[in-house]
């Protein structure tokens, strides 16, 4: 494994950055799970839902909090989540001189299974007495990382080549990440049998039956666990209770429907499981500090800016 990045390749990083996405917002590539985010200036801490992905920044930093634990991230470091986490989040450095700049790649856990399987590949173990059910973690980039970012990048400015190279690249990442400090945590929650891949199996079914209502039996039976059990180490991995992560689900996708469907305040609700409208209106500008119209105003002037060669994103702050 080599030291930290040159200079040199975290700078080609940059300069791909700034070209391929030349205006703040979310940009959604053509390259297959990659996604970039330039903001030119420090933003309002907001909520948001991550889902499984790698977070590596080319520049400036950021700074989360995921209950009581607070993480700074900057270019030095990448963060990985392995489930879907909430937190919440602002850009803390930024200038339009030197934006902040991210790499997002979703994580496919059939990949990163796949992966684990072949002999040739070892995990870094689980370090003794480290609880390995949180689901988020950062670790130093080394320069073998930054070069495979970097490549997979520079498909944008050759798209021909993103259908056979693409796999090849985003495979080597996952790689990657499993053999860097910490690959171990994103190791269990891939890793049947391990309590964090039972918390990964319960938020899937919460997630694939977000609009129903909530039925922790069928959950816990699911990720094979007691619904005590199941309640106290989903709260450890999530930093929330299974009803609380139903609801953050839920409010996400009436975001997106607001956002990018224009659908209406009562249509959102009711298409994501709320029977009442005004209970809606209440937990959204709960969750999200303002009110629904206000928000989605607030959205589309950042994220529906166009991109280079790349269509308008979903709503995620990354």
């Given amino acids: 494994m080599q030291g930290p990045p040159s200079c040199s390749t975290k700078q080609r990083l940059l300069d791909v950055l700034l070209r391929v996405a030349p205006g703040d ?4 590539t053509k390259v297959p799970k990659l996604k970039l985010v330039r903001v030119s ?5 907001g909520q948001v839902l991550y889902q499984p992905g790698l977070c590596l920044l080319a520049q ?3 700074q989360l909090l995921v209950g009581d634990t607070r993480i700074v991230h900057d270019s030095t470091r990448h963060m990985v989540f392995a489930h879907d986490v909430r937190v919440s989040g602002q850009v803390a450095e930024a200038t339009s001189e030197k934006p902040y700049l991210c790499v997002w790649l979703d994580i496919d856990p059939t990949v990163v299974s796949s ?26 980039t080394d320069d073998d ?18 259908p056979q190279m693409a796999p090849l690249i985003y495979r080597e990442i996952m790689y990657r990440l499993l053999s860097s400090e910490g690959g171990w945590q994103l190791a269990h929650f891939m890793t049947p049998g391990t309590q964090p891949h039972r918390i990964r199996l319960a938020a899937e079914r919460i997630t694939l039956r977000y609009k129903e209502p909530l ?23 999530t930093r929330m209770t299974p009803l609380q992560y139903q609801k953050q689900l839920r409010l996400q ?26 209970q809606f209106s209440r937990e959204y500008t709960r969750a999200f500090g303002t009110s629904p119209s206000q928000d989605v105003r607030e959205l589309r002037s950042f994220l529906l800016q166009p991109a280079s060669g790349a269509p308008a994103g979903q709503p995620q702050n990354v």
């Fill in 253 to 278: 996708e009436a975001r997106r429907l607001l956002v990018f469907e224009a659908a209406t305040v009562a249509s959102a609700a009711h298409r994501v499981g709320y029977e009442s409208a005004s």
């Fill in 115 to 140: 992966l684990l399987l072949e002999d040739a590949h070892q995990a870094a173990p689980l370090p003794a007495g480290v609880d390995a059910t949180f689901g988020i973690h950062t670790a130093r």
């Fill in 145 to 162: 990382l930054f070069d495979a970012v970097l490549r997979l990048c520079r498909l944008l400015e050759a798209p021909q080549h993103i």
């Fill in 60 to 62: 400036g930093s950021k």
């Fill in 215 to 237: 039925r922790m039996e069928e959950i816990a039976q699911a990720a094979n666990m007691s619904q005590s059990s199941l309640h106290h180490h989903f709260k450890l991995a």
């Fill in 25 to 28: 917002g979310l940009h959604v």
């Fill in 41 to 45: 200036g420090p933003t309002a801490l």
